[in-house]
């Protein structure tokens, strides 16, 4: 697992993203590392999980590896992509996970934050969600999720403007469950690990199930996801798929006629 750092003491978990020359991107060698991490504490019992990219970090996750997007008409973001693989994992983890945020988190990365039943972070993290600055079709679960995290109109927002929720807005808003300056943000983690660890793991189960379960519901009839998933093949097999991550390979603004 070269991406990603797994260290457990005293029953809790870290798993240190440690990609820092990609901005820890979400490519497919970092999503499988993340999940073997999280295989091994689930066998090696520990009580709660912190997801967390290298200390001192100015980017928590630049998100999905957009290099890895087909420009040919296919679906970048099908259900069983390993992205979103990974993101119901986390949410049906049976260990309780913290987000341990520093610097930015886009995309996929910022999904990661909202998939962690508690997150924590500096007063300098930002949260940004950019489907539209790139021309990517984004899928029904992750704005799903999103909407499962923040309000309607905040999530409305980040995906229309492509800009960043700050800490301080995301704390405001129930992204961020406590905000703290950077020195402080182990002490802090550590310090909420253990009230997790003081509880019942059985009953924290069935309290982390029943929530996910009584929060995911799928309000859509199924004309409603057909409508849904016809405006996304639109975008990705049209050229507003090809132009964008064409400019993110070329590292260049779009040009969105």
């Keep these: 697992m070269s991406l990603v750092r797994c260290e457990l003491a005293d029953s809790v978990g870290t798993l240190t993203l440690d990609d820092p020359r990609r901005h820890h991107r979400l490519g497919r060698e970092m999503l499988d590392s993340i999940l073997s991490g999280l295989d091994h504490f689930a066998d090696v019992r520990a009580r709660v999980v912190v997801l967390r990219a290298l200390p001192g970090s100015k980017v928590f996750s630049a998100g999905y590896d957009l290099k890895a997007a087909p420009t040919d008409g296919r679906d970048p973001l099908p259900e069983n992509s390993r992205l979103r693989f990974l993101l119901r994992q986390i949410q049906r983890y049976e260990i309780p996970t913290i987000a341990l945020v520093e610097g930015a988190a886009y995309g996929g990365g910022c999904e990661l934050v909202m998939a962690c039943d508690l997150a924590i972070a ?32 905040i999530v409305r927002e980040m995906f229309l403007t492509a800009a960043p929720l700050s800490a301080e807005r995301a704390y405001h808003f129930g992204l961020v469950h406590r905000l703290v300056p950077r020195e402080q943000l182990d002490a802090a983690t550590d310090e909420l690990a253990a009230h997790i660890k003081a509880g019942a793991p059985s009953c924290l189960r069935l309290l982390k199930e029943t929530i996910r379960l009584s929060t995911s519901s799928q309000p859509l009839s199924q004309e409603q996801i057909d409508q849904i998933e016809s405006l996304r093949r639109a975008v990705y097999e049209g050229p507003e798929a090809r132009e964008g991550i064409g400019a993110f390979w070329e590292k260049r603004s779009p040009d969105f006629q």
């Design 122 to 153: 500096e007063p300098c993290a930002t949260f940004s969600l950019t489907p539209a600055k790139w021309g990517v079709a984004y899928d029904r679960p992750g704005i799903q999720l999103a909407l499962q995290s923040l309000p309607a109109r």
